[in-house]
């Protein structure tokens, strides 16, 4: 079975790791977040598609959720003692990445033949496309201003309520080589439990993934970020009551209006299923939480469930 995955953040990376549990990887595209994409002390950072990476190959720090297991931070250190900005910290292992990649970039290679050549050198099976390669930025307005999306979200501790989340370049953007095909081939879409606003949202903002997406509806299922109404981790509950009015179900089903056929939900949400149905769109109700092995082929086995047998 043919799968495309839209993923960003912790999250989706949980759940692309729990697919390739159940289904053969090599059957898997995943399609990454590249909204959070920027540059730090002259290098080319991409969080999503790192998060994607690290995890997938068995590198990730589980415990934090990001980064590189034992990761040291010698060089992060040495910024601090001479006076540079330290508020996004890179740990000495992941700089190496990201020197690896930048340097690439500079000549002149697109992000995805970058992506691709790094994926295979940590091993992965699944394919593993930012979005676009071109430039593609999340910036996020406030009360207190606007600001590139890692300067809100790390910086200021994602303190300041956002009024308007905005992706600068998308008008301009086109789908990375073998997004489409990808998404054309696949017999289920689905998207993961991503921050539908800064992780699902710039990818569905170049405007032929989303065409794509829209017509393969009755094969495209999302899974709920929201557990009870609450985002296990991150900004996204409070993202959901200032852009979208509410927590519930039905505010996850309306960011993905027209594009979805099924919503997965947990059981905590049950009662919002109704809410869901009214919508046009089919709920699952299990447990979304993937906090071992088990709920995680759990929460697999229900996504594919919407493919007949």
């Not at 505010?251 to 947990?266: F, M, P």
Request: aromatic share 6%; net charge negative; hydrophobic share 45%.
């Amino acid at each position: 079975m043919k799968i495309a995955v839209l993923a960003g953040g912790v999250g989706g990376a949980r759940f692309v790791r729990g697919l390739t549990e159940v289904v053969d990887p090599r059957d898997v595209t995943v399609i990454a977040n590249v909204g959070d994409d920027f540059e730090v002390h002259g290098l080319h950072v991409s969080p999503d598609l790192d998060t994607l990476l690290y995890t997938l190959s068995g590198l990730g720090d589980d415990e934090r959720g990001w980064g590189r297991a034992g990761e040291t931070w010698n060089a992060s250190e040495t910024i601090e003692l001479f006076g540079g900005e330290t508020w996004f910290r890179l740990g000495d292992r992941d700089i190496g990445l990201h020197l690896a990649r930048t340097e690439a970039l500079r000549r002149g290679e697109p992000l995805s033949a970058v992506t691709a050549r790094l994926a295979r050198s940590v091993g992965l099976e699944i394919t593993l496309l930012p979005a676009s390669d071109d430039r593609l930025r999340t910036r996020i307005q406030t009360s207190a201003g606007e600001f590139e999306f890692q300067e809100w979200f790390v910086a200021r501790g994602h303190a300041d309520r956002v009024d308007e989340v905005v992706y600068d370049g998308a008008a301009e953007a086109t789908p990375a080589p073998g997004v489409l095909e990808a998404l054309e081939a696949a017999e289920l879409i689905a998207i993961a439990p991503s921050n539908p606003f800064v992780s699902i949202g710039p990818i569905l903002a170049v405007d032929e993934i989303r065409a794509a997406v829209e017509r393969r509806r009755e094969r495209v299922v999302a899974v709920s970020p929201l557990i009870g109404g609450r985002a296990v981790k991150g900004p996204a509950e409070a993202m959901f009551q200032s852009l979208a009015g509410g927590t519930g179900a039905a505010q996850v089903t309306d960011c993905y209006k027209g594009l979805i056929g099924a919503l997965v939900i947990d059981e905590a949400d049950a009662d919002d299923a109704a809410a869901v149905a009214e919508r046009g769109v089919r709920p699952l109700v299990t447990r979304t939480l993937m906090s071992e092995p088990e709920a995680r082929q759990a929460l697999v086995e229900t996504v594919l469930g919407l493919v007949p047998a």
